[in-house]
């Protein structure tokens, strides 16, 4: 195997690598996508909850696309879980304080993981180009009577 057979596996070893890093940024940023929904439609719900009143109508869902018809009952504080399978009754506007500093940390992670992924799609780039480079110059020196 020569010098540039070598340098063009490395290449594409290195290719390889930046895909596979895309691939699972890819993947991470489909989670916090996910979760920042989750976060948003809490927030929205919990503000809209308490706009509506006592005794408003509302539809709780169950799952499956499936709700409940139900009266507000308590518009002032909702359960929230606090991990591990705790529940607490607390204020609805402290826990959309904490929605909010949670949908700016999950914001935040969103938007390095996007910088990271731009900065990973680049040097792929950038790496591709190389490996095709690298490529062309090996086929032209091993087939001199084949190039256009």
């Known amino acids: 195997m020569s010098l540039g057979e070598t340098d063009l596996r490395r290449g594409m070893a290195v290719l390889d690598q930046y895909r596979e890093q895309i691939e699972a940024l890819a993947q991470q940023q489909e989670i916090v996508r996910i979760s920042l929904e989750e976060h948003m439609r809490a927030r929205e719900t919990l503000t809209r909850y308490r706009e509506a009143g006592k005794g408003a109508e509302v539809?709780?869902?169950?799952?499956?696309?499936?709700?409940?018809?139900?009266?507000?009952?308590?518009?002032?504080?909702?359960?929230?879980?606090?991990?591990?399978?705790?529940?607490?009754?607390?204020?609805?506007?402290?826990?959309?304080?904490?929605?909010?500093?949670?949908?700016?940390?999950?914001?935040?992670?969103?938007?390095?993981?996007?910088?990271?992924?731009?900065?990973?799609?680049?040097?792929?780039e950038a790496q591709g180009a190389a490996v095709q480079d690298l490529y062309d110059r090996l086929q032209a020196k091993g087939a001199p009577g084949e190039r256009n």
């Open 59 to 124: 539809l709780v869902p169950v799952g499956a696309n499936s709700f409940l018809v139900a009266a507000s009952k308590d518009v002032d504080r909702a359960f929230v879980s606090i991990g591990s399978d705790l529940l607490v009754y607390d204020d609805i506007k402290q826990q959309i304080e904490r929605l909010d500093g949670r949908i700016k940390s999950i914001t935040d992670a969103a938007n390095a993981i996007g910088q990271r992924l731009v900065e990973l799609q680049r040097r792929a």
